[in-house]
């Protein structure tokens, strides 16, 4: 049997990977308080670590998107929201270019009386994330302490 080729890259890339599904990471995107953090998609903590955000930043990914008109109407906040995994692979700088259609689709479909803006969180990895874990990754960035974008 013939062995593989040593390939460093490879090997590199992939304990990449295994860092961002160890650290759970996820980068989390709102529109009015231009924000863009990264973090740990369960505890909702900000991730401060230089080779998680290399591993994030460097090397492209298979991502699973979830996005989310922000809405808010008196004292009730809520978001209307579409989750999606990418087909192919892409690096991060790349992300905002692909959510441009799909977000103003989604923001189209609201009622523009309620809507303060959007966010949107992409996962590295095939995960899927409930409404309520979507909620409190949005809360701990603050989607709904922006004004309404009149």
Known sequence: MKRKPNNPRARVERAMRGLLRVHRACIVDASVPEVQVMLHY??????????V???????????????SAICQDGGRQWAKSVEYELEGIHVITR??????????????????KHVIGHAWIAI?????????????????????????AA
């Open 124 to 148: 590295p990895d095939s995960v899927s994330l409930d409404e309520e874990q979507a909620h409190r990754i949005y809360q701990a960035v603050g989607a709904w302490r922006q004004q309404a």
């Open 53 to 67: 955000a290399d591993a994030l930043c460097d090397i492209a990914h298979h991502w699973t998107v979830y996005m």
């Open 42 to 51: 369960k505890t909702c903590h900000k991730i401060t670590s230089k080779p």
């Open 95 to 112: 992300l905002p270019d692909l959510f441009e259609q799909p977000i103003a689709d989604l923001i189209a479909s609201c009622n523009p």
